[in-house]
C-alpha cells in the first residue's frame, strides 16, 4: 500500500491473519463480463483450508468434544493438515495427520514443520489417493486414544461454517454483484460454505463446481488423478457438505487441463496457482467469452502454486506422468492474452485518485 499513514495490525496469533483476502482481475472480455479471483492462497500456510480448520476446533471445543491438552486427529492431503497444525500449536493440542504419499510433499513437510505427526498409510513410492484407507485409519486411531478428536473435515459441518465469513467478504467487495461462483469440490465446504450464504444475499447467484475427471461427486467414470485435496475418489464417501440442491451446474476437468492452466497463468501474470485452482480458472476462462455483458463471474482459489514445485511445474515429473501437454499450455495462454485486458496506465490511475482525495 503506498499510503504513508497505512499502518499494519500487531497480532499476536497467526490465525489473526485469516481472512480478507483479496480479488484478482484474471480477465475480461470487450463486453466487460470479468473473472475475479478470490486468492485464498493468501490465508496463513497459503490455503483457504486453514478457514475451516480453525472453525472446526472452536466448535469442538465449544461442544465439549477436545479438551485442553488434547490431540486432533484427521485424514488430510495437506491444506486442511496444514491449517490444524497452526491451531493446534497455538491452542496447546498435538496433531497427528493421516497421510497417503499422493499428497505434494512440500505439504507433507511443511506439516512436519509445524509440529505435525504424520502417519502414513500407504508405503513408500506409492502415489495412490488412499482417502478410504485415511479416514479408516484415523477414526480408528481417534476412538483407541484418550481425549483424542477425529475432525472428519468430509463429514463435519463445521468446515461449511469456516466459508461463511468468505461469502460476505465477496458480498461486501462487490457490493452484491456477483453472477457466477465457481469453485473446485472436495469435502464440498469450501464452494457450498460460501454459496449457501452468498445465495441468501444474492439469490440469483449460479454456483458451479469443478472435480478432476476420475472424481464421482458428478458422476462415472471412476480413475485415478493426480490434483491434490479436491475431487471423490473412487471408494471415498462423497462429503456432507456437497449440496447438489445449491449445485446449479457439476463440471470436470482433466489433470492435463487444469495443470497446463497452472503453467500457463503462472508466465503470464506471475501468479502461482495450485493443480486443482488450475482447473477452476481454466473452466471460467472456457466459457467467459459467452457470458451475457457486464457479468461477473468469481473463481475460489483454494491454494497456492509454491507448494507444487515438484508436481505441476516440474517438467520430469510432469511428462514421466503424460501430463506435459505444451499445446494445451498456448491454447490457455492464447485465450489469456485475449481476454486479459489491463488498465493502459494504472500508476497514473492512481495517482490521479490519491490526488482527488
Known amino acids: ?45 497459503g490455503t483457504a483450508k486453514i478457514r475451516m480448520a ?10 465439549g468434544l477436545l479438551r485442553p491438552g488434547g490431540r486432533i486427529i484427521e485424514s488430510t492431503s495437506g491444506n486442511t493438515g496444514l491449517g490444524l497444525a497452526v491451531v493446534a500449536a497455538e491452542r496447546g493440542y498435538t496433531f497427528t495427520a493421516v497421510v497417503d504419499h499422493h499428497a505434494a510433499v512440500d505439504k507433507l513437510r511443511a506439516m512436519k514443520a509445524l509440529g505435525a505427526e504424520l502417519v502414513y498409510v500407504a508405503d513408500d513410492g506409492d502415489e495412490e489417493l488412499a482417502t478410504a484407507a485415511r479416514e479408516e485409519f484415523a477414526e480408528k486411531l481417534a476412538a483407541e486414544s484418550d481425549n483424542a478428536y477425529f475432525t472428519e473435515q468430509h463429514n463435519n459441518m463445521a468446515n461449511g461454517v469456516g466459508y461463511h465469513p468468505v461469502a460476505r467478504e465477496l ?22 460454505g460460501t454459496g449457501g450464504p452468498l445465495r441468501e444475499t444474492v439469490p440469483g447467484v449460479r454456483i458451479v463446481g469443478v472435480e478432476p475427471k476420475g472424481s464421482i461427486a458428478f458422476g462415472p467414470p471412476a480413475h485415478d488423478y493426480h490434483q491434490s485435496g479436491t475431487g471423490t475418489p473412487e471408494g471415498a464417501t462423497i462429503g456432507a457438505m456437497v449440496d447438489y440442491s445449491l449445485l446449479d451446474e457439476g463440471v470436470k476437468v482433466g489433470d492435463v ?30 466459457r467467459l467469452s459467452a457470458l451475457p455483458p457486464g457479468t461477473t463471474m468469481v473463481a475460489l482459489i483454494n491454494d497456492g502454486g509454491e507448494k507444487y514445485m515438484d508436481t ?3 517438467d520430469d515429473w510432469m511428462a514421466a506422468r503424460d501430463l506435459l501437454s505444451p499445446q494445451v499450455e498456448r491454447e490457455v495462454d492464447e485465450l489469456l492474452t485475449k481476454l486479459r485486458r489491463l488498465p493502459t496506465s494504472p500508476d497514473t490511475s492512481r495517482d490521479s485518485s490519491q490526488k482527488q482525495d
Open 312 to 314: 505441476v511445474f516440474d
Open 54 to 63: 480453525r472453525q472446526m476446533v472452536v466448535d469442538a471445543e465449544e461442544r
Open 171 to 192: 458480498h461486501a467487495a462487490l457490493d452484491g454483484r456477483i453472477d457466477i461462483l465457481i469453485g473446485a469440490v472436495g469435502t464440498g465446504g469450501g464452494l457450498f
Open 1 to 45: 500500500m503506498d499510503d504513508p499513514l497505512y499502518r499494519p495490525p500487531i497480532v499476536r496469533q497467526v490465525s489473526e491473519l485469516i481472512g480478507a483476502t483479496p480479488l484478482f482481475e484474471l480477465a475480461r472480455t470487450e463486453s466487460d463480463a470479468r473473472l475475479l479471483l478470490k486468492l485464498e492462497q493468501f490465508n496463513p500456510t
Open 257 to 286: 487441463e487444469a495443470f497446463a492452466t497452472a503453467r500457463a497463468v503462472a508466465r503470464r501474470t506471475g501468479l502461482l496457482l495450485g493443480g486443482s485452482a488450475g482447473g477452476v480458472v481454466y473452466e471460467a476462462l472456457a
